[in-house]
């Protein structure tokens, strides 16, 4: 059976070559010291840091491997050069308001999305509603619990 790929940004691909890298090379030897030093206390039967310390281990090799199965199954989307910009994986959206207030959407993978960032996943209800929008096309976005209808300014590729 083969195995879904994960579409992701260089940008997101780099984002998580670099926090496997921190696992694997910092958090690892962090947490190995503090095993060692939680060993050091004596009886392991009562001794909550090494039951903490190997709690955090464990979390950190889980999230280890769930970024190499990331990588292994991750494809960097591109955009083709001279392509008419439309709003797909990668993309970023300028959107305005009736009012003239703008913000900026950018289209990434489940993996890389982030609220805070306006980071939006391609699959989440208002990824999908930007998705295949073109520079002058409307769209009307429920926000807050609001709906709120914007016309889309500029679609670019980073």
Same mark, same amino acid.
Do not use: C, W
């Given at each position: 059976?083969?195995?879904?790929?994960? #579409?992701?940004?260089?940008?997101? =691909?780099?984002?998580?070559? /670099?926090?496997?890298? #921190?696992?694997?090379?910092?958090?690892?030897?962090? =947490?190995?010291?503090?095993? @060692? $030093?939680?060993?050091?206390? @004596?009886?392991?039967?009562?001794?909550?840091?090494?039951?903490?310390?190997?709690? =955090?281990?464990?979390?950190?090799?889980?999230?280890? +491997?769930?970024?190499?199965?990331? =990588?292994?199954?991750?494809?960097? *989307?591109?955009?083709?050069?001279?392509? /008419?910009?439309?709003?797909?994986?990668?993309?970023?959206?300028?959107?305005?308001?009736?009012? @003239?207030?703008? *913000?900026?959407?950018? !289209?990434?993978?489940?993996? /890389?999305? %982030?609220?805070?960032?306006?980071?939006?996943? %391609?699959?989440?209800?208002?990824?999908?509603?930007?998705?295949?929008?073109? +520079?002058? %096309?409307?769209? $009307? !976005?429920? !926000?807050?619990? @609001?709906?709120?209808? #914007?016309?889309? *300014?500029? *679609?670019?590729?980073?």
């Amino acid at each position: 059976m083969a195995r879904e790929p994960i #579409y992701l940004t260089q940008r997101g =691909l780099e984002r998580i070559k /670099e926090e496997l890298r #921190y696992l694997s090379e910092e958090k690892r030897q962090e =947490l190995a010291e503090y095993m @060692g $030093a939680a060993l050091a206390d @004596g009886d392991l039967r009562e001794n909550a840091a090494y039951d903490e310390a190997r709690l =955090l281990q464990s979390a950190n090799e889980t999230r280890i +491997a769930d970024l190499e199965a990331i =990588l292994d199954r991750a494809v960097v *989307v591109e955009q083709e050069e001279g392509a /008419e910009a439309v709003a797909q994986l990668g993309a970023s959206l300028e959107l305005e308001d009736g009012g @003239g207030s703008r *913000v900026t959407f950018h !289209l990434v993978g489940t993996h /890389e999305a %982030d609220i805070l960032e306006n980071r939006i996943s %391609d699959e989440s209800p208002l990824g999908q509603e930007l998705m295949g929008k073109r +520079a002058g %096309d409307e769209v $009307a !976005l429920t !926000l807050g619990g @609001g709906t709120v209808t #914007y016309t889309v *300014v500029e *679609v670019r590729f980073e």
